[in-house]
């Protein structure tokens, strides 16, 4: 079975700061990654994945993550955060033999970017 | 712009109430999922389609039901809605199930007064 995990409930930063919101996640196999942002009462949006290739994965609004094999890992990065990151952070991982190309969400990480 | 559209936004019925929730793309995707959240907890999938063949997760209550008539749209039917089913529906839909991101709408606020 698919799990993943985010150790923080809530991440507090400075506004100018480096980011990070860490993942962790246990799947059978080379696991699909992906992470997820979630302004108050709004959908999910999709900020970037992992599927294969380089582990220095880049998206949307600035955004980044390692995926790194040994340790388990697909930590969300940004170099400078902006108070307009503060946000819901959620990392998935999909198996990548289900078919249905279901998710399994970690509990989600709380970003408060202070000015 | 293609995109996921949830109708209405927020809907409010009473106890007991049968309520349809309603999402529809302009993507032309094949697979679309229904997702309650509570509370900034991690969405819960309830069920979703690939095309017509329809799953529904092992833990979802037989209250909820869902339809898909057409590749464009979803409706979410809560039969007998009670206290514990106000949340957050999110209507999200995906090009396969294979190495695609899902993409959500804005999503319903279901009160249950």
């Known amino acids: 079975a698919q799990s993943v995990a985010q150790p923080e409930d809530q991440v507090n930063v400075a506004e100018g700061n480096p980011l990070t919101v860490k993942c962790t996640y246990s799947v059978s196999g080379n696991p699909y990654l992906f992470w997820y942002v979630q302004y108050p009462n709004r959908g999910l949006q999709f900020l970037l994945k992992?599927?294969?290739?380089?582990?220095l994965v880049k998206g949307s609004y600035g955004f980044e993550a390692e995926f790194n094999k040994s340790q388990t890992s697909f930590h969300l990065k940004k170099p400078s955060a902006l108070v307009s990151d503060s946000a819901l952070y959620f990392c998935a991982v999909r198996d990548p033999t289900d078919s249905w190309g279901k998710l399994q969400f970690g509990a989600g990480t709380q970003v408060v970017v202070t000015p | 712009d293609a995109m996921v559209i949830q109708n209405p936004r927020y809907q409010v019925t009473q106890f007991g109430k049968p309520v349809t929730l309603s999402c529809s793309q302009t993507?032309?995707?094949?697979?679309m999922y229904w997702y309650q959240q509570k509370s900034s907890q991690a969405p819960k999938l309830l069920f979703h389609y690939y095309d017509k063949d329809f799953n529904n997760e092992a833990d979802t209550p037989d209250n909820f039901q869902s339809r898909r008539p057409n590749t464009s749209f979803c409706f979410l039917d809560i039969r007998s809605p009670g206290l514990g089913d106000a949340a957050m529906y999110l209507c999200?839909?995906?090009?396969?199930?294979?190495?695609?991101?899902?993409?959500f709408g804005p999503g319903t606020r279901l009160t249950v007064t």
């Open positions: 993507l032309n995707h094949n697979v």
């Open positions: 992992y599927i294969t290739g380089d582990n």
């Open positions: 999200a839909t995906s090009r396969d199930g294979g190495t695609y991101e899902q993409y």
